[in-house]
């Protein structure tokens, strides 16, 4: 158990729809990361906060956006849901900024139907 | 910028049998390296790092990796597998300055049967 929680673990929706995952990072860490994982696509990194400011983007698409709040938590908003945006997202999460050392979460599993 | 080429998809082996998991890497920085490991249904799990020092570096579970600056390569290895080692193995590169963000490769999966 890396100490990093996500939420739901399983999300199934429609096409066009509007979701939000939900990340919780270890205690005391102050960066966290966002990561898809699809078979075409393989592990992407999305984007990183650190203590609330945005400090990274990666291939994140714009109908895809992420906050971090003041208590650390972070959440990643999908929006015009496509056929293509199924699948694994994970959180990691980091004591320094912008860190190698990461620790990951579960993951949630997003199925667009 | 940094990317990583694992070339072998899929890596099927009888349980007790050594195995090697390829790893190659390009970048224009110094780099640092890793290997993750996926079990299913699972996050990714740290199995060992490279930052510095040593070539040879060791992590958990009986695996160890060697960095090879000249072939740009990151092997991973072990010499007796377990069918518990059935899962999806990542190597991953990080520059070793300013933002260290993760490039993964696109995974190897290992499939131990007896």
């Known amino acids: 158990d890396s100490g990093v929680t996500q939420t739901p673990k399983h999300l199934i929706t429609a096409t066009g729809q509007r979701v939000t995952l939900r990340c919780s990072p270890r205690s005391g860490d102050l960066s966290v990361y966002w990561y898809q994982q699809s078979l075409d696509q393989g592990l992407q990194f999305l984007i990183q906060?650190?203590?609330?400011?945005?400090?990274a983007k990666g291939n994140i698409l714009e109908r895809f956006s992420a906050q971090q709040f003041p208590d650390l938590h972070s959440e990643l908003n999908l929006s015009s849901l496509e056929l293509g945006d199924s699948a694994l997202y994970f959180c990691a999460s980091s004591v320094r900024d912008s860190s190698y050392e990461q620790y990951f979460g579960p993951g949630t599993r997003l199925t667009v139907t | 910028a940094q990317s990583v080429t694992q070339l072998d998809s899929q890596v099927p082996v009888f349980e007790e049998a050594p195995v090697e998991l390829r790893c190659n890497y390009s970048?224009?920085?110094?780099?640092?390296l890793f290997w993750y490991v996926q079990y299913p249904n699972q996050g990714l799990q740290l199995l060992l790092k490279?930052?510095?020092?040593?070539?040879l570096v060791k992590g958990i579970n009986g695996f160890e990796a060697e960095f090879n600056k000249s072939q740009t390569s990151f092997h991973l290895r072990k010499p007796s597998v377990h069918i518990s080692d059935t899962a999806e193995y990542f190597c991953a590169v990080s520059s070793n300055t300013g933002f260290q963000k993760l490039v993964f490769g696109t995974g190897t999966r290992l499939l131990v049967s007896p």
């Open positions: 970048s224009s920085v110094s780099v640092y």
């Open positions: 490279y930052l510095s020092g040593s070539t």
């Open positions: 906060y650190y203590n609330g400011e945005e400090r």
